[in-house]
């Protein structure tokens, strides 16, 4: 018997690269499986065991309110356990994600994150998901609040200096203020003051992704990154050398364990195949695996799937 045809009519090697958000997480997928079947309790015996490991908890909260199923089952788990800070923080992520869809309102996923920041005054998770709105949808006041509210009770937060910079990149510098642009600034404070084993280190690369994505929207620099002198520069090779030689020294299985480490990883491969650096790129292709993520493939305005197989298949060809 011939097996099924993929879901959807995609092929099956779109299908191996389909962006999933839950990365590398295999726990993280099974419960959200569950969890648009309605299970919801093997999610919340999914979150009781992350503990206060604040970047794995954040990005499972994250991923799971990004399903469009979670508000109806998330709002079943809080009227059975109404004692249960993690549905009401659930319910909260699933909110904004919501919001920035147009589907609710951003009042009401605003207070229901600060509903459950009161409930949980430690946790830098509703902070987290208030930031994820912001980012979009808020002053630049508020963002860097809520940046400062996260990295109080977790200075290393990946996901929010990661959000934090692709909203400084958006900014307009002042006349005769670019080409450094405060976002590089920042991304270096990061990296210098985070251990020396922290991912933060590839801040520096994430910013000048980040910046490229604005200028390039902005008709500022070639839409085919590949072709764009932003990745040849001094300052591109300034911060992408750094970062690789990070990667080298520090991978490792502590490190690879990171729950958004294959983020890194897609930033960091791309800068290295735009720069034209095809072995480099080619060590970071083989680490992602299947593990591909939308950003920066799709910058500025491209296809990002079609992006990353090519660059792959091209790398790892001329390797």
Not at 143 to 161: M, N
Not at 191 to 213: M, N, W
């Amino acid at each position: 018997m011939s097996p099924p045809p993929p879901p959807l009519g995609r092929s099956r090697k779109r299908a191996a690269y389909a962006f999933d958000p839950a990365l590398d997480d295999a726990e993280l997928a099974d419960a959200r499986t569950a969890l648009t079947q309605g299970r919801w309790t093997e999610v919340r015996a999914l979150l009781a065991a992350t503990g206060d490991d604040w970047d794995r908890r954040g990005h499972r909260f994250d991923v799971l309110a990004q399903e469009h199923t979670t508000t109806a089952w998330a709002g079943d788990w809080r009227l059975a356990e109404p004692e249960s800070t993690d549905a009401v923080l659930l319910l909260a992520h699933a909110s904004v994600h919501l919001a920035l869809r147009g589907k609710g309102r951003s009042e009401k996923a605003r207070d229901a994150c600060r509903e459950a920041a009161a409930l949980l005054p430690a946790d830098p998770t509703p902070w987290l998901a208030l930031l994820t709105l912001e980012r979009s949808l808020g002053r630049e006041e508020d963002v860097v609040r809520l940046f400062d509210e996260v990295r109080h009770r977790h200075p290393e937060h990946h996901h929010a200096h990661h959000l934090m910079v692709a909203r400084l990149a958006e900014r307009r510098p002042a006349a005769g203020q670019d080409p450094l642009h405060e976002v590089y600034d920042f991304a270096a404070w990061a990296a210098e003051q985070a251990p020396t084993d922290s991912p933060l280190a590839v801040l520096p690369v994430i910013a000048h992704a980040e910046r490229y994505r604005v200028l390039a929207a902005a008709g500022s620099e070639p839409v085919n990154p590949a072709a764009s002198e932003h990745w040849t520069g001094r300052r591109a090779r300034q911060v992408m050398k750094a970062a690789f030689d990070w990667w080298l020294e520090w991978e490792m299985p502590g490190n690879r364990a990171h729950p958004r480490g294959r983020v890194d990883l897609n930033f960091l491969a791309h800068a290295k195949f735009c720069e034209g650096r095809a072995a480099e790129s080619a060590a970071l292709f083989h680490r992602i695996g299947r593990h591909a993520t939308r950003a920066p493939w799709s910058y500025p305005d491209r296809d990002p799937y079609k992006a990353f197989t090519a660059a792959r298949s091209a790398a790892l060809g001329s390797a």
